[in-house]
């Protein structure tokens, strides 16, 4: 888990950058068991000010069985800047994409 948890990026079929690095932070909580679980991911709050975003997982472990409570727990992410990305569709730049880290 050590060996990807740097290079991770997260779940890239979310809505949202904050989500995806999000994700990456709840898979390296929960380890490989989290590629199989049922989750579901929500943003629940966003600070303009700061642009923070709290992310709220719920997660329940494929094949658990009735009676067995979901778990959950939040992540703060926020802005830490832009990054130059190339377009692989063709030549050129696609332009400056945000990147955030987490917080808590």
Known sequence: ?????????GWAALDTCAEQNAEAAAFTRV???????????ETIGHDPALDRHTVRFDY????DQDGEESRSFEVAVEFSG??????CMKDGSKGDNPQYQVIA
């Open 82 to 87: 832009t990054v130059p990305t190339m377009n």
């Open 1 to 9: 888990m050590a060996a990807i948890a740097g290079r991770y990026r």
């Open 60 to 63: 329940r472990a494929n094949g």
């Open 31 to 41: 380890g490989w068991d989290w590629l199989t679980c049922d989750k579901q991911i």
